[in-house]
């Protein structure tokens, strides 16, 4: 059975000056409480990021412009900030609030940054797209973890006898 497909580009919601394109399998919404709720394998783009969850569900204020998105169930995640360094990762949740530019990532975090491979494990992530700040939070009194690669710049060889 072929699956229906609805696609919702949201030019309305258009987030300084870059387009909110939404693809999901189903779509809801109640204008009059400026909620819009996808579900079904929903990709959401906006400029070079993109997130793709089970649902995401999108608040907006009285001019139609979204002041909150919220990505539940398998959230993965492509951000660009805006002085260009890139994160892709992963959590259960996931919150972007378009004024601040900044994105939540909530339970099983795993946040990679792209450029230097810098690995952030935690319950609860917050990447500022502006600033460029991270900050982690980890529940339960687990710790939070983060990797850093090391290049090994000893390129000479062990064992020669010369």
Do not use: C
């Not at 394109?21 to 070079?48: C, H, I, W, Y």
């Not at 204020?61 to 990505?71: E, F, G, L, N, Q």
């Amino acid at each position: 059975m072929k699956k229906i497909i609805f696609i919702a580009l949201l030019s309305v919601l258009s987030l300084y000056g870059e387009e909110l394109k939404v693809l999901s399998e189903n779509f809801k919404a109640d204008q009059p409480k400026g909620v819009s709720v996808f579900t079904g394998n929903v990709v959401v783009t906006k400029g070079r990021d993109e997130l793709n969850a089970s649902k995401v569900t999108i608040y907006t204020d009285s001019d139609r412009k979204p002041i909150k998105m919220v990505a539940e169930g398998d959230v993965s995640f492509y951000i660009v900030t805006e002085s260009k360094e890139k994160y892709r990762g992963k959590s259960q949740r996931a919150v972007y609030l378009p004024n601040e530019k900044e994105y939540q990532f909530y339970t099983k975090v795993d946040l990679i940054r792209m450029d230097d491979f810098r690995r952030v494990k935690g319950d609860k992530v917050i990447v500022n797209t502006v600033q460029g700040h991270a900050s982690a939070q980890s529940a339960n009194n687990e710790p939070v973890m983060m990797i850093f690669t090391i290049q090994d710049n000893d390129t000479t060889k062990k064992g020669s006898s010369k």
